[in-house]
């Protein structure tokens, strides 16, 4: 009785698919072809694997040391227990979450109007692709340097550009000012990417879908917002995630224009974590804090693709 059924589950598709699937598993060309495939994989996990997961796992042990350069002690949670009473540290948590929940969304909407507006037929267009994507290129602790002349109140050309139209600026030393100055270099350094990002998915969306929603009437929002924006929903998941990694750790424009200043209203958690390994010497203190950084940045990233998956568009 049990062979005449496996008889009749193999005369299915499904079950003719399972038998083919496993003969070709067990075929010489199959083992073949994995191990090549393995093998091309190799440098780049040995890479991984020595300079990521090693250095991960060594901080994670270290997490519960009080290691210094003096001593390495096992204190099992208590790195973890002082956290939760440290000021410093929900200081720097609150000013990362201030400066990813205002530089991921400000990125990503910008590179999303660049991307529409270079998508169309305009002169210069080439050029300004490049002026927009140029910042990327460019090493942003030296790009941090020219914008702390370019908006210091007394000598820079931004303030006074702004106070042409009535805006009052203040400098990196006053606590408000400095974290939006920031924030700007953020999004200045950023947004070129993302536009790239974006314009590979405009280019990816079938020409014959526009054409057919003009010979209907459609207007350009309607357009926008039923076609241009539900497709894009597969390159915004990966923009915005990668944007909201990038803001989490940032920390070359910090370092270099303020230092976490002026007191600790710019230190983030990345600025926390050098300070307390580099300056300060906890190393084992600063190891708990970069792992907070990492569940910090997994759990954020994970709820982003969960929300997107629903949303994913295929065609």
Request: overall charge positive; aromatic content about 14%; glycine content about 8%.
């Amino acid at each position: 009785m049990r062979g005449s059924l496996e008889a009749v589950a193999g005369q299915t598709p499904r079950g003719r698919f399972r038998m083919e699937l496993r003969r070709l598993r067990r075929s010489r060309l199959y083992r073949r072809r994995t191990l090549t495939a393995y093998a091309f994989m190799l440098p780049s996990l040995i890479i991984l694997g020595v300079f990521i997961v090693w250095p991960m796992a060594q901080a994670l042990r270290i997490s519960f040391t009080d290691f210094n350069v003096f001593q390495s002690n096992w204190v099992g949670l208590e790195n973890y227990r002082k956290l939760l009473n440290d000021e410093a540290f929900h200081n720097a948590l609150g000013n990362t979450i201030l400066y990813a929940g205002i530089t991921t969304p400000v990125s990503v909407g910008l590179a999303l109007v660049f991307a529409l507006l270079l998508n169309r037929k305009v002169r210069g267009r080439e050029f300004f692709r490049a002026a927009i994507f140029l910042p990327v290129i460019t090493s942003l602790a030296v790009a941090a340097i020219a914008w702390t002349f370019l908006i210091d109140p007394d000598i820079g050309i931004v303030p006074y550009w702004l106070e042409q139209i009535g805006i009052q600026t203040g400098g990196l030393g006053e606590p408000t000012w400095a974290m939006i100055w920031v924030i700007v270099v953020g999004v200045w350094k950023n947004v070129g990417f993302y536009t790239v990002m974006y314009l590979a998915g405009l280019q990816g969306i079938p020409r014959e879908i526009y054409e057919a929603a003009e010979v209907d009437g459609a207007t350009t929002w309607t357009r926008f917002r039923t076609m241009t924006w539900p497709l894009l929903t597969n390159t915004t998941m990966f923009v915005f995630v990668i944007a909201l990694i990038a803001a989490l750790q940032a920390f070359d424009q910090i370092f270099v224009m303020t230092r976490g200043g002026p007191f600790f209203q710019t230190e983030t958690l990345v600025m926390m974590i050098y300070r307390l390994g580099f300056s300060e010497f906890q190393m084992g203190y600063a190891a708990a804090v970069s792992w907070v950084l990492v569940l910090l940045v997994f759990a954020l990233s994970l709820l982003q693709i969960r929300y997107f998956n629903r949303r994913l568009v295929r065609y």
